[in-house]
């Protein structure tokens, strides 16, 4: 069964441009070491009015946006696996220091998920 890594984060808009380039870097490297698909998505269309828009879910502050990503894999086993290896890459490491993230780490919501429908 497909797996997923999903994300919601808060970016300062002054620092998309900051994110973009860590987030091709990271994409790269994820694809290079197995991952399926890997999108970065920034927010558009947030102020809805059906359940708990994402905004509000991660306290977007003043001058901040949505982003939503998704890593995808075979089965969670391949993600674990391409995981480790993302892990241990020097050049994840080297884009890691909370210092000089381009977003606040601490807000970020992630979690694995299986696919339930679609490929």
Same mark, same amino acid.
């Given at each position: 069964?497909?797996?997923? +890594?999903g994300?919601?984060?808060?970016?300062?808009k002054? =620092?998309?441009?900051? $994110?973009? /380039?860590?987030? /091709?870097?990271a994409e790269? %490297?994820?694809?290079?070491l197995?991952?399926?698909? $890997?999108?970065? #998505?920034? &927010?558009?269309?947030?102020?809805?009015k059906? &359940? %708990?828009p994402?905004?509000?879910? @991660?306290?977007?502050?003043? &001058?901040?946006?949505?982003?939503?990503?998704? @890593?995808?894999?075979k089965? /969670?086993?391949?993600?674990?696996?391409? =995981?480790?290896?993302?892990?241990?890459?020097p /050049? %994840?490491?080297?884009? #890691?220091?909370p210092?000089?993230m381009?977003f +606040? #780490?601490?807000?970020? #919501? $992630?979690?694995?998920?299986?696919?339930?429908?679609?490929?």
């Amino acid at each position: 069964m497909r797996y997923v +890594d999903g994300f919601v984060l808060a970016v300062p808009k002054k =620092n998309l441009q900051a $994110y973009r /380039r860590m987030a /091709r870097k990271a994409e790269k %490297i994820w694809r290079e070491l197995g991952a399926l698909d $890997y999108k970065e #998505c920034v &927010g558009e269309d947030l102020k809805v009015k059906l &359940g %708990i828009p994402f905004p509000r879910m @991660i306290k977007v502050k003043p &001058g901040e946006t949505v982003v939503f990503s998704w @890593i995808m894999y075979k089965d /969670r086993a391949h993600r674990d696996r391409v =995981n480790a290896k993302v892990m241990k890459d020097p /050049r %994840i490491a080297s884009m #890691c220091d909370p210092k000089s993230m381009p977003f +606040d #780490c601490k807000r970020m #919501c $992630y979690g694995g998920f299986e696919v339930l429908v679609g490929a």
